[in-house]
């Protein structure tokens, strides 16, 4: 597939991401747009902590402006409005985005892809598509929808993908990047010093919906490792989590359009499903978000926005 530079980027730009942390993965294309940034949820997890104030410092460093929509649930109510059904909590969210967009004469939005890693990055796609959509027909000019991957290698690409867009950081852009990653928590300064080290990296290794901490990460990886690894559509995603990734590889950013998929049931089901089932059956949750009950709906609902 064709891969092209990108060198010139508007000065309208956008980033809309689900959690906190996620604008670290694109640091260098931050660096360079300069975009507004939306974030959806204030990435508190289940321990209840914001990561908005260093996400926000992360923005102001590189000279992005934080959009209108700015953390403003925490996971527990996305969690809880997928599981009941609150369609209009994310129609509301997509038009309000929209708004946002027209407002600031937004003509390129970047944000996370749909990995089946987590519903929340999902369905924040599903949203993103949506306020796209609307911000397209509302204003005089088109809006270019572009996607990233948070979860799997940086250059991976997903199959379909027609064309990529990439950027290569330079020492300097790098470097800030890398030093953002190491003061954004203890955690990930941790897995980018073992990197620095000659070591892999394993951020992606810490499961970001929800979250389990220590050994029990290491029972479930091993847990998980032979049902996915077989899946086509996540093994370079779960090598990466499993194996871990040169830290070299993050000096690469691959962005390509949203590839806009009609909502549709599915007969495999997505990494959050089988995660979310272990952690049900420990005790730590009390329910399962699933796609075709709960996901689907909310996918066809914010289809037919008009």
């Known amino acids: 597939m064709p891969v092209r530079s990108w060198d010139v980027l508007p000065a309208t730009a956008a980033l809309a991401v689900a959690h906190p942390s996620h604008e670290l993965r ?140 990439e950027i290569q950081l330079d020492d300097h852009e790098y470097d800030r990047k890398i030093a953002a990653a190491r003061t954004y928590t203890s955690k990930l300064a941790h897995d980018v010093e073992i990197a620095l080290g000659g070591g892999k990296f394993f951020g992606v290794r810490r499961f970001s919906e929800p979250q389990l901490a220590g050994e029990a990460d290491g029972a479930l990886i091993e847990q998980l490792r032979a049902r996915f690894e077989s899946d086509p559509r996540f093994g370079a995603s779960v090598r990466a989590l499993l194996s871990g990734i040169e830290l070299e590889a993050f000096r690469t950013e691959c962005f390509w359009r949203a590839q806009e998929v009609a909502p549709a049931a599915v007969d495999v089901p997505p990494f959050y499903e089988v995660y979310g089932e272990k952690l049900v059956e420990s005790g730590r949750y009390p329910a399962v978000i699933r796609h075709n009950e709960h996901v689907l709906p909310i996918a066809q609902a914010l289809a037919a926005l008009e």
């Open 26 to 165: 694109v640091h260098g294309w931050l660096q360079r747009a300069r975009p507004r940034v939306f974030i959806l949820t204030d990435g508190g997890g289940h321990a209840g902590e914001s990561r908005l104030p260093r996400s926000s410092a992360i923005v102001d460093g590189a000279g992005a402006t934080p959009g209108e929509i700015f953390g403003p649930l925490g996971e527990a109510g996305v969690y809880k409005a997928l599981l009941c059904g609150h369609a209009r909590l994310f129609t509301g969210l997509a038009e309000d985005l929209a708004t946002a967009f027209v407002q600031n004469g937004i003509t390129l939005v970047v944000g996370d892809a749909a990995e089946g890693y987590s519903s929340t990055h999902d369905v924040w796609r599903l949203v993103v598509n949506s306020a796209v959509r609307l911000a397209g027909r509302r204003s005089q000019h088109r809006v270019e929808n572009y996607e990233f991957l948070v979860i799997g290698p940086p250059t991976h690409v997903p199959e379909g993908v027609d064309e990529v867009r």
